[in-house]
């Protein structure tokens, strides 16, 4: 489905009735990022899971995508759903477009998952990468992005052991626009660090890492947790970055027994 929200079609998928769930995808994806998530949470829950401006079938008018304009996008969406509140689940640089949100619209907030994501801004080496990175996607298109990354994305495990996921990951870095990742890339390195506001979510908080996740090492969601008011931590053993894709049995079954613990206090 397609919807205008702030001036650009927004691709989303809504599926499924109950508590609203926004499942906000990571970098360079798009809402297929979510596709076991969605088939065993719809059966219980209200599934949103758009695809950010750039990315899948949504559009890019701009060359940078910040966070806050990520967010600004996805309560423009909940809007015109008509969802006052909903539990907020984000990947990686979902996670940082979270932290936009929570920062910006806290009261439309039920909950909070940040998954395999970190509140710090980038270091200086890692900014003037994504600056590069952004116009070699330009001049040479996505390829060797997907190339490059499926290794760090994924753990060894999954990589020797798992060649369809590897197949799924890099088709889904292939086809998304050059346009969308290069703003992307320049959102992601222009955005503030968000540490400072984790001390006042008020909502229960479950940060999920991946044991081996080589893009946010463990020891940043042990940091991360210790900074949350409601905050608790659940550790993917055997998974890399994308710990819903790499476990979608286990990443499932916390999710839903954290949906099922704020579903009793939402009633
Ligand atoms: C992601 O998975 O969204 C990216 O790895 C985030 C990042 O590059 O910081």
Redesign the pocket.
Known sequence: MKVEVNGIQLSYEDQGKGLPVLLIH????DHQLWQPQIEALSKNYRVIAPDLRGFGESEIPNDTSGMAQFAGDLIALLDLLGIDQAVICG????G?ISLAIAESFPERMLGLVLS??RSAK?TYA?RQN?YNTAEKVISAGNGFLADD?VGN?LSGKTVEGNPDLVAFVHDMILRQSSAGIYAALRG?AERKDRTFLLSDIEVPTMVIAGKEDS?IPFFESERLVKSLPIGYLEVIEDSG??SNLEQPERYNEILEKYLESLAVFSK
């Open positions: 990571g970098f360079p994806f990947l990686s640089m979902g940082y395999n994501t980038d890692v994504r990354m994305l992601m893009i970055h994308l």
